[in-house]
């Protein structure tokens, strides 16, 4: 995982184990505590969810709301909605 930090390592660990998550649960899973919509982990968390949408490692699912690890094609680009 060269090239990824910290949190979206700590990500891409969560969603292996347990696929289909949003991302409110997977800042509390990573941190291990409550994390209120409007605070700055949120918002990190989800930060780090778009930049690994954006390499194509992750996708979003169900309207938008959930996000899994992306299937093996790398010749596919990320499509802009």
Known sequence: MVGLSKNQRKIIEVLQIKPDMTTKEIAELTLGRIVPYKSKDFA???????????????????????????????NESPQLK
Do not use: N, P
């Open 44 to 74: 990190s968390f989800y930060r780090s969810l778009i930049s690994l949408e954006r390499k194509g490692r992750i996708q979003r699912v169900h309207v938008k709301l959930r996000w899994r690890l992306a299937t093996e094609k790398k």
